[in-house]
């Protein structure tokens, strides 16, 4: 199970961070990371990192984004800073375990003056 927090309304140039725990052995799959989605378009990833920590973004979210993981807490975390409205969208975390694929249930993120 996927459980993601974080989402909401912030103005151009806000920031937010998004979390996702995963429970159980999903921490431990491959492709942990953040995807969203706009009505119409097919959802794109956003972010993702390694189970040693090596992160990739997406070109359009490069140096405003950090991906980052808690051990402890089995959590993936996405910092969002200089939000602009073409992030709008809705989120969704992402882990994959063999050829079966995880999502969690997405949050809104709203960027709007």
């Known amino acids: 199970q996927l459980v993601e927090s974080g989402g909401g309304s912030v103005q151009p140039g806000g920031s937010l961070e998004l979390s996702c725990t995963m429970f159980?052995?999903?921490?431990?799959?491959?492709?942990r990371g953040w995807y969203r989605q706009t009505p119409g378009k097919q959802r794109e990833l956003v972010a993702d990192?390694?189970?040693?920590?090596?992160?990739n973004y997406a070109d359009s979210v490069k140096d405003r984004f950090t991906i980052s993981h808690d051990n402890v807490n089995r959590t993936v975390l996405l910092q969002m800073n200089n939000l602009k409205p073409e992030d709008t969208a809705v989120y969704y975390c992402?882990?994959?375990?063999?050829?079966?694929?995880?999502w969690g249930q997405g949050t809104q993120v709203t960027v709007s003056s």
């Open positions: 990192i390694t189970s040693s920590g090596t992160p």
């Open positions: 992402h882990v994959q375990i063999g050829n079966a694929v995880y």
């Open positions: 159980g052995s999903l921490f431990y799959g491959s492709g």
